[in-house]
């Protein structure tokens, strides 16, 4: 009877055996029967009930209690399990790391999938906010692993080499990027750099053009005098780093994915050519801390990219690191450039600046490639899922190119 109350569902009756004789005899005694049970018999709930409660003024949950021990509900605590589960995975999908980077849902799945860490929800809720917590942190500024660990979660071996911690990390890296998990120490650790952890300060660089910072550190004046000279300039972290709070003033920054379109606003603007800064794909460390310092002086940030997977990752990427805002990213802008007017089309020609640039071939249509949601567009990846096919950003060059022109 313990056994079967502790299952937490209704009982009416158990069935006990076998039964030795004295066990009979004994069972026969307590319920009054006029002969033996035999060696085995189903004994009624309610029938036991009015037994004890006439004997000893107890019921049978009582009487089991006290020679057994608390009943417990192993129907209420599975309940209970599975709610926490529920509760885990509805936040881990509804977490603000989360939303910002719809490239991370296969992680999400995927953690959905291995399920709870030593069956407890609560353990792997802790586990998963830590995670996300060093997530957020990311692309890093350049610094060792053991010092990120440190500035993040107070530990310098929290994100060791082989902790359940780092593994995960590195798993939500591989679906942000877009790549397959590491399987050996040399792909951990190329996606650690790649994230901008233990990098090389110097290697670590962003190509910007245009940039007039009003500071009179070094690093100010250097750009202001490349961009007075109407050239590109690549800024490396160690610059960055050596000079921080990098100020320019009010208004626009335009942010590409691709260097071509820095070749072509030099080439149409020159000494005039307005503030951009490009990722040159996925950016790095130096890309975002120069983004942000720049964020942080006033500038308001634009982001244009590819309009393929690896170019919404690395929008929603962008936009969720810097604050910057889409800039022609829209479903309406895929579309028009997605039409059958446009694609096929060779790519613009920039002959309006002191330099010229020949225009090239045709475009091969490509694929997207697999899409991820955009968080500025509800729309958009579904379009891109229907046209299946990429459009470059050096595609649309003519009109980002209209948007620089000072009014």
Do not use: K
Request: glycine fraction near 8%.
């Amino acid at each position: 009877m313990h056994a079967r109350l502790s299952a937490g569902l209704p009982v009416r009756s158990v069935r006990v055996g076998p039964l030795d004789d004295d066990q009979q005899s004994a069972l026969a005694d307590l319920l009054g029967l006029d002969r033996l049970p035999g060696g085995a018999t189903t004994v009624r709930l309610d029938r036991l009930d009015a037994v004890l409660h006439s004997s000893f003024r107890v019921d049978t949950r009582t009487a089991v209690e006290t020679l057994r021990g608390p009943v417990g509900d192993r129907a209420g605590v599975r309940a209970a399990a599975e709610r926490a589960r529920r509760e885990l995975w509805a936040w881990l999908s509804a977490h603000p790391v989360v939303t910002a980077e719809p490239a991370l849902a296969s992680w999400v799945a995927d953690v959905g999938r291995a399920g709870v860490v030593d069956g407890s929800p609560q353990a792997t809720r802790a586990l998963l906010d830590t995670a996300l917590r060093v997530i957020a942190a990311l692309p890093a500024d350049g610094a060792p692993l053991p010092t990120l660990a440190d500035a993040v979660l107070g530990r310098t071996h929290a994100l060791d080499d082989g902790t359940r911690l780092s593994t995960l990390v590195l798993r939500a890296l591989a679906a942000l990027y877009g790549v397959p998990a590491p399987t050996d120490a040399d792909g951990r650790r190329a996606l650690w750099e790649r994230a901008g952890v233990a990098n090389d300060e110097v290697s670590n660089q962003v190509l910007v053009a245009g940039l007039r910072p009003t500071g009179d550190d070094t690093l100010s004046c250097a750009l202001r005098l490349w961009a007075e000279a109407g050239q590109a300039s690549v800024v490396t972290l160690a610059q960055l780093r050596g000079c921080p709070g990098l100020r320019v003033s009010a208004g626009p920054v335009w942010i590409v994915e691709n260097p071509s379109l820095v070749t072509m606003a030099i080439a149409r603007f020159a000494a005039s050519c307005p503030p951009l800064v490009c990722t040159a794909g996925w950016p790095s460390g130096a890309a975002i801390m120069l983004l942000r310092q720049l964020a942080a002086s006033g500038a308001h940030l634009r982001y244009h990219g590819d309009f393929d997977g690896d170019g919404l990752r690395i929008a929603a990427h962008v936009m969720a690191r810097t604050g910057a805002e889409p800039w022609r990213m829209a479903t309406a802008d895929y579309l028009a450039a997605a039409s059958p007017q446009a694609t096929g089309a060779p790519l613009p020609a920039v002959v309006d600046g002191p330099a010229s640039i020949p225009a090239v071939g045709p475009v091969t249509a490509a694929r997207p490639g697999p899409v991820s949601e955009a968080p500025w567009d509800a729309d958009l990846a579904a379009a891109l899922r229907a046209r299946d096919l990429a459009v470059p950003e050096e595609r649309v060059a003519p009109l980002l190119l209209a948007d620089l022109v000072p009014t």
